[in-house]
């Protein structure tokens, strides 16, 4: 609910996460809990990991420890979803102009850059584009970036 809150308050704006899956005592009706989340906030970003123990932590003596390939399923699971999701939003991009604030060269005569919402802006460029802000109209959306023209 909070999410749909700052969606609606800030439109346009990136939500990420940081998910642990197979914490012990993790039950299958926990993990499907964090995939109905998944589903309805649909984090831009995710950074997800599978619980491992650690020498002298409390959780490391639990008794309830989820075996390692239940954990390695829920991670895949979860991340390929997400994937899923990332594409869908991504596609969304197409079409729409970000201002974008160019920090880098890249091979091929591209710059590259942060939008606000932080997600990474290549065009076709070279080195006078560094440390401007342009608007860019996004021509290609991929998973992890995008590509557009200045405008």
């Known amino acids: 609910d909070r ?3 700052i969606r609606e308050m800030v439109p346009g704006v990136a939500i990420s ?3 642990i899956v197979g914490f012990p005592g993790e039950t299958d009706e926990d993990f499907a809990e964090t995939m109905e989340v998944l589903e309805a906030v ?3 970003q995710m950074f997800s990991f599978r619980y491992s123990p650690r020498p002298f932590t409390a959780a490391a003596e639990y008794e309830e420890q989820v075996p390692e390939a239940v954990a390695a399923e829920r ?3 979860l991340q390929t979803r997400h994937d899923e999701i990332v594409d869908e939003i991504m596609a969304t991009q197409e079409g729409t102009i970000h201002k974008v604030y160019f920090e880098e060269l890249r ?3 591209r ?3 942060r939008s606000a919402d932080g997600r ?3 065009v076709e460029g070279s080195e006078e584009l ?3 802000i342009l608007p860019v109209r996004i021509t290609r959306a991929m998973r992890r970036s995008l590509e557009g023209e200045i405008v």
């Open 17 to 19: 996460t940081d998910i």
């Open 107 to 109: 091979p091929g005569n």
């Open 111 to 113: 710059v590259a850059g």
């Open 42 to 44: 649909r984090f831009d």
């Open 75 to 77: 991670l895949r699971r």
């Open 3 to 5: 999410c749909r809150k």
């Open 130 to 132: 560094l440390g401007q």
């Open 120 to 122: 990474l802006v290549s």
